[in-house]
């Protein structure tokens, strides 16, 4: 008997013979089914990689509130001024320029039309009435408000206002200086005295007014807008195109060099500039009570 070699090849393999295939008639094309559409891919609101459907409201400029600011010339104002209180609103050669109403936004920043308000109708303990414009931007805005002494035409600090929280809430920032005529809080342009602003006590009550031609967009998201001029545009109008003091070119070069070097001359040198060289002050103000407790922002 013969035994098979260890070293002898495996057989190959056999498999069964593969059927030949006839192809399948075509098949006629009213019996195709159409392709099933491409359905686009929805994302929920909530979850949407690019865009949110959801928009911040805008911001509540209904006028809750009218005040009004009257505006006077007083040539004799350094003739007249002594060692002592002197109230520009007793000025006996006033020339009235005009009057201004202000409509104010109580709904969006109350506490600061609030403490507005009680600086024109005097409830604060201090007043706008008799108290210099500080400063004319041409083309721009003007200031006025500025605490310090009654008898150099400034506004008495106030005792009885509420304290301004909305001066660091982002939502009272929205509204932009985008055309004439806007009334805002001075914060990035106030100029009062350091020893005030460090006192415990001390309120802004400094407010400018833009007076065109066009938007002022270095003030926005720095002071609040609070309310806009309803009657008296022509008085905006008349109040920029009051001359003021502009320092020769040499002079503000000095006055760059004087500051880069810390001298703090250079500051109380710069308080001059841009004052009208007229002296214009606010000859009356007070709070106008209206029938309607609010009123649409295109109403006087």
Same mark, same amino acid.
């Given at each position: 008997?013969?035994?098979?070699?260890?070293?002898?090849?495996?057989?190959?393999?056999?498999?069964?013979?593969?059927?030949?295939?006839?192809?399948?008639? /075509?098949?006629?094309?009213? =019996?195709?089914?159409? /392709?099933?559409?491409?359905?686009?891919?929805?994302?929920? /609101?909530?979850?949407?990689?690019? #865009?949110?459907?959801? %928009?911040?409201?805008?911001?509540?400029? %209904?006028?809750?509130?009218?005040?009004?600011?009257?505006?006077?010339?007083?040539?004799?104002?350094?003739?007249? @001024?002594?060692?002592?209180?002197?109230?520009?609103?007793?000025?006996?050669?006033?020339?009235?320029?005009?009057?201004?109403?202000? &409509?104010?936004?109580?709904?969006?920043?109350?506490?600061?039309? =609030?403490?507005?308000?009680?600086?024109?109708?005097?409830?604060?303990?201090? %007043?706008?009435? &008799? %108290?210099?414009?500080?400063?004319?931007? /041409?083309?721009?805005?003007?200031?006025?408000? @500025?605490?310090?002494?009654?008898?150099?035409?400034?506004?008495?600090?106030?005792?009885?206002?509420?304290?301004?929280?909305?001066?660091?809430?982002?939502?009272?920032?929205?509204?932009?200086?985008?055309?004439?005529?806007?009334?805002?809080?001075?914060?990035?342009?106030?100029?009062?005295?350091?020893?005030?602003?460090?006192?415990?006590?001390?309120?802004?009550?400094?407010?400018?007014?833009? #007076? &065109?031609?066009?938007?002022?967009?270095?003030?926005?998201?720095?002071?609040?807008?609070?309310? =806009?001029?309803?009657?008296?545009?022509?008085?905006?109008?008349?109040?920029?195109?009051?001359?003021?003091?502009?320092?020769?070119?040499?002079?503000?070069?000095?006055?760059?060099?004087?500051?880069?070097?810390?001298?703090?001359?250079?500051? #109380?040198?710069?308080?001059?500039?841009?004052?009208?060289?007229?002296?214009?002050?606010?000859?009356?103000?007070?709070?106008?009570?209206?029938?309607?407790?609010?009123?649409?922002?295109?109403?006087?």
């Amino acid at each position: 008997m013969r035994y098979p070699s260890p070293w002898a090849a495996p057989p190959l393999a056999t498999f069964p013979p593969i059927p030949p295939t006839t192809p399948s008639p /075509p098949q006629p094309a009213s =019996s195709l089914k159409p /392709p099933l559409p491409s359905l686009p891919l929805h994302h929920p /609101p909530s979850l949407h990689p690019l #865009t949110s459907s959801a %928009t911040p409201p805008a911001p509540d400029t %209904t006028v809750t509130d009218r005040v009004f600011l009257e505006f006077s010339l007083c040539p004799s104002y350094f003739l007249n @001024r002594t060692l002592g209180e002197y109230d520009l609103s007793v000025c006996a050669e006033s020339e009235p320029l005009g009057r201004l109403v202000l &409509g104010l936004y109580g709904n969006l920043v109350p506490i600061t039309v =609030s403490n507005f308000k009680a600086m024109c109708n005097g409830s604060s303990g201090s %007043t706008y009435k &008799g %108290t210099l414009v500080q400063k004319i931007f /041409p083309g721009q805005f003007f200031v006025a408000g @500025r605490q310090g002494r009654r008898d150099k035409g400034e506004v008495k600090p106030p005792v009885e206002l509420a304290r301004n929280t909305e001066t660091v809430d982002s939502k009272a920032f929205l509204l932009e200086h985008s055309r004439p005529g806007l009334v805002s809080l001075c914060l990035s342009e106030n100029d009062d005295d350091d020893d005030l602003k460090l006192s415990p006590n001390y309120h802004n009550v400094e407010f400018l007014i833009t #007076t &065109g031609p066009g938007p002022c967009p270095q003030l926005d998201s720095k002071n609040i807008v609070f309310g =806009s001029v309803l009657e008296g545009l022509d008085v905006v109008t008349a109040i920029a195109s009051i001359p003021t003091y502009k320092p020769a070119e040499r002079i503000r070069q000095y006055n760059d060099f004087a500051e880069f070097i810390g001298d703090g001359r250079a500051k #109380t040198a710069r308080a001059i500039w841009n004052r009208p060289l007229k002296t214009l002050y606010i000859s009356d103000c007070g709070e106008l009570k209206v029938a309607k407790p609010t009123l649409p922002p295109t109403l006087p």
